[in-house]
């Protein structure tokens, strides 16, 4: 399978690249380069956007069936391909191919069979009065997407605009855009009009903020970041076109004390460290009653120890690298402030054994973590969990909500009634109580300074429509 492109996919083609410039796609497993792809400039979203604008009447004003007919196809040529899929995401982000199957290539699939289902249904429209409420595509989206999922989160955003009837130019990360690639490959198979669906790659400073102030780009969909997030509501401020935002997240998992404790800290411990740490809705925060700390410290520090660093090919490594030389770093930087804030290390931590190659970091554990230090309120996005005592259900609630993020979270009680009560308090856009698995068709997004809007399911269709109102 060659990986190296050279080329974008504008107007129902593939186009070779104007520039000349590329941008290097590393293995963060062994450091070395694998492939390269196109830096973009604004002109070459200059062009996609031109694209996505002639192609918007007619794919808005489609019928709902054929725009159904055409992401069913793209789902079945994607389900067709899953294991090219899984392998180039292990390949580019070094998620273990185990977890790049079930998650990265398998989620995104399911997320994408909803919306045909969703596509196929016409909005409803209501009558208030003598007005006629309607609901009509909003028009050209950008989406400009995060690296640590590299298709769920295009999957995302692209299914429910191009659902709604929304051309789309999308930007993925230049750190992982090979599974894009695999992606457009897949919507040229399946015969969309030309311009519905538009691929540039580059760096965010040129490219994102390139289609984030596109005077013809009605809104702008962006996973990533806070400070970017914030960027790029100042260019999409700039012009007044929407914004929809998946930020940031500290997530607090929290653990009464009549909960089961070892299942409660074995889940908390995989969910804080799936992607090697590398997701937004991490439970990075494991909030304890006092009486049962101690326990589910040793709990935790036994459960990270059974994560095996390695190759992402190798069937038994648990926990891959991170994805670049930078994040590693960072990461680090975390948890050395953590350990000089007071921290105890229980697991893992700066000496901890890594492979000689690759943008590994020990799978950690620090107890004793004050709520109000950097590690308990900074996004770390590595395989580190920060615990905290706390003293009954008031005092956890309090610790988790204190918080500038508010992504999601966790309860754990042997009391149904009483998790849900303390789920209600949080201050975030999803709980899970006892363990409950994710639902791909609830809405996902975030409270405070971890987005605006929502993604998925039938909320996730709703951030692509205007609302008109016909008086007669």
């Not at 992606?183 to 040129?206: E, H, S």
């Not at 901890?352 to 950097?374: E, K, L």
């Not at 068709?441 to 993604?455: C, D, I, T």
Request: hydrophobic share 45%.
């Amino acid at each position: 399978m060659d990986l190296a492109r050279t080329d974008f996919y504008l107007d129902g083609h593939w186009v070779t690249a104007s520039s000349g410039e590329t941008i290097p796609v590393h293995n963060p497993a062994t450091e070395e380069v694998v492939a390269t792809v196109p830096a973009g400039t604004a002109a070459d979203v200059d062009r996609a956007v031109a694209a996505a604008r002639a192609a918007f009447d007619g794919w808005a004003t489609a019928a709902p069936a054929d725009r159904a007919a055409c992401l069913g196809r793209l789902h079945a040529t994607l389900t067709a391909r899953v294991d090219d899929i899984a392998r180039t995401v292990a390949l580019e982000l070094g998620t273990p191919l185990k977890v790049a199957t079930r998650v990265q290539a398998g989620l995104p699939l399911t997320v994408l069979h909803g919306y045909v289902d969703l596509a196929a249904q016409p909005p409803a429209e209501q009558t208030v009065g003598n007005s006629l409420v309607v609901r009509e595509p909003v028009g050209v989206v950008g989406a400009i997407t995060p690296w640590n999922y590299p298709l769920h989160q295009v999957m995302a955003k692209l299914a429910p605009a191009l659902a709604a009837g929304c051309p789309v130019v999308l930007k993925p990360s230049e750190l992982t855009p090979l599974t894009a690639y695999l992606l457009f490959d897949a919507i040229d198979a399946a015969g969309f009009p030309p311009g519905v669906v538009n691929l540039v790659t580059g760096t965010g400073p040129v490219v994102g903020e390139a289609i984030a102030a596109h005077p013809d780009v009605d809104l702008v969909s962006f996973t990533g970041s806070t400070a970017t997030g914030r960027r790029i509501s100042h260019l999409a401020a700039d012009r007044i076109a929407r914004v929809a935002l998946e930020l940031g997240g500290k997530s607090a998992n929290v653990i009464l004390d009549d909960a089961d404790l070892p299942g409660a800290v074995k889940v908390g411990v995989a969910n804080a460290f799936l992607n090697s740490g590398q997701t937004c809705t991490a439970w990075t925060r494991m909030l304890v009653h006092r009486s049962r700390y101690d326990e589910a410290v040793d709990l935790a520090a036994q459960a990270a120890a059974g994560y095996r660093l390695g190759d992402p090919f190798e069937p038994a490594t648990r926990l891959g690298p991170l994805v670049s030389a930078d994040q590693r770093q960072r990461v680090r930087d975390h948890v050395d402030r953590g350990l000089a804030d007071g921290g105890r290390l229980v697991a893992g931590g700066p000496d901890a054994p890594v492979p000689d190659r690759g943008w590994f970091v020990a799978p950690t554990v620090i107890a004793d973590v004050h709520p109000d230090s950097a590690l308990a309120q900074e996004e770390v996005f590595g395989p580190v969990l920060a615990m905290i005592p706390v003293d009954d259900d008031d005092h956890a609630v309090a610790v988790a909500n204190n918080s500038r993020y508010g992504l999601a979270g966790a309860v754990w009680s042997g009391d149904g009634d009483r998790a849900l009560r303390v789920a209600r308090r949080l201050r975030t856009g999803a709980v899970d109580i006892n363990g409950a698995p994710f639902n791909p068709l609830a809405p996902f997004g975030g409270y405070k300074q971890s987005g605006l809007g929502r993604e998925l399911g039938r909320h996730g269709l709703e951030e692509f429509y205007e609302t008109k109102a016909i008086q007669r």
